[in-house]
T-cell receptor, first 113, second 110 residues
């Protein structure tokens, strides 16, 4: 089954403790992206990747890192999480560009205390 | 990319046809119109995409007038399970990013 898998689905942690949210897709997609969703602000793009080893900032990249060492994986790293990063996070992928239909994961709800 | 404007919310009843209109006055020649659906606590799901005139699939139809400054998503005979947020996006095929606006919250009532 074609899917984008995120882990963990839920995480409660404390300020400053490094964490990684993994994202993996099994569709051999070139393009991958991370979004955060907050009430009243909609979905905002954090980082995206057009291909392996190619990443770039989205609208709200501060406080986040990403890497794309393999085509299928695109982890989101919070080196020193802060409470304002409490949010619902989605990973997405598409075949070649964001213009093509994007497949989204089920989301990761992060709470930073 | 063109900014989109769509109603914040809409109500409908089961069995009715629902039309959600999106305005995108500054759409460029190489931009496409795309609609996504999102249920609570789930990621958005692609519904339909078009460039001009009319596109239809098993879920919805998309109507785009000749000037492409607006588009209308049509959902035939909605059911309770169509209650969701619907996002209209203008996307550049060879671009880098997607920009989601606020979406339209559709409530389908029995």
């Amino acid at each position: 089954e074609a899917q984008v898998t995120q882990n963990p689905r839920y995480l409660i942690t404390v300020t400053g403790k490094k964490l990684t949210v993994t994202c993996s897709q099994n569709m051999n997609h070139e393009y991958m992206s991370w979004y955060r969703q907050d009430p009243g602000l909609g979905l905002r793009q954090i980082y995206y990747s057009m291909n392996v080893e190619v990443t770039d900032k989205g609208d709200v990249p501060e406080g986040y890192k990403v890497s794309r060492k393999e085509k299928r994986n695109f982890p989101l790293i919070l080196e020193s999480p802060s409470p304002n990063q409490t949010s619902l996070y989605f990973c997405a992928s598409s075949r070649g560009s964001p213009g093509e239909p994007q497949h989204f994961g089920d989301g990761t709800r992060l709470s930073i205390l | 990319l063109a900014k989109t404007t769509q109603p914040i919310s809409m109500d409908s009843y089961e069995g009715q046809e629902v039309n959600i209109t999106c305005s995108h006055n500054n759409i460029a020649t190489n931009d496409y119109i795309t609609w996504y659906q999102q249920f609570p606590s789930q990621g958005p799901r692609f519904i339909i995409q078009g460039y001009k005139t009319k596109v239809t699939n098993e879920v919805a139809s998309l109507f785009i007038p000749a000037d492409r400054k607006s588009s209308t998503l049509s959902l035939p005979r909605v059911s309770l399970s169509d209650t969701a947020v619907y996002y209209c996006l203008v996307v550049r095929w060879a671009g880098n990013m997607l920009t989601f606006g606020g979406g339209t919250r559709l409530m389908v009532k029995p």
